[in-house]
C-alpha cells in the first residue's frame, strides 16, 4: 500500500509540474496610438473656397441645375464647412438641397483621407520599426551562435582555418 500511495503522489506532483510549466503570461493589452482633437484639427485640411456660396446661390438663381453647379464647384476644387444652421441659411438663399448634400459629403470625404492617410503613416512606420527590431535580433543570434561570429575552430573557422572571403572570421584580425 505504501507504494501506490507514492505512485499517487508522483503522478501528482508530475501533473502540477506540467500544468505549471504550460502556465503563460497573458499578452500584454494592446496599446492604441489615439489622435488628440488638437492633432485630429490639424491634420484635417481646413475647408477652402475660390467658388464662393454667393456665386453658387447667384448659379442657382440662373437656373442651373444641380449637376453643373456641382461640377463648377469640383472644378474649383471647393470645400465647405457648413454648420446645420448655415445649411439652411443658404438653402433658403436658393442653394438646392442636391447641392448642400454634396458640399457636405466632399468635406467629409476630405477630412476621412486625411485621417486614413495619418494611419497609413503611423503604420508604415510601425512596419518599418518591428522590421528594424527583427534585424537587430537576427544579427544577435547569430553573433552568440558563434564566438568568432561566423566562424570558429574547424574548417572554416578559428585563426588558422580556411576562410572564404566573404565569412566573418576571428574578431582581432
Known sequence: MPTFHFLRVLIVTGLLSMLAACATQPPPPLQIDRISPEQLSALVPPAQSSLSLQQVVDMSKQGKTDA????????????YSL???EVLDWHQQ????????YMQQANALAAQNAIADEINKREKARVESEAKLKRERDMA????????????PGFYGGPWG???YWGGGWRYW
Open 68 to 79: 453643373e453647379i456641382i461640377e463648377a464647384i469640383k472644378q474649383s476644387q471647393s470645400r
Open 94 to 101: 436658393g442653394i438646392s438641397k442636391g447641392v448642400l448634400d
Open 141 to 152: 543570434r547569430l553573433r552568440s551562435m558563434d564566438p568568432w561570429f561566423y566562424g570558429g
Open 83 to 85: 454648420t446645420p444652421s
Open 162 to 164: 580556411y576562410r572564404p
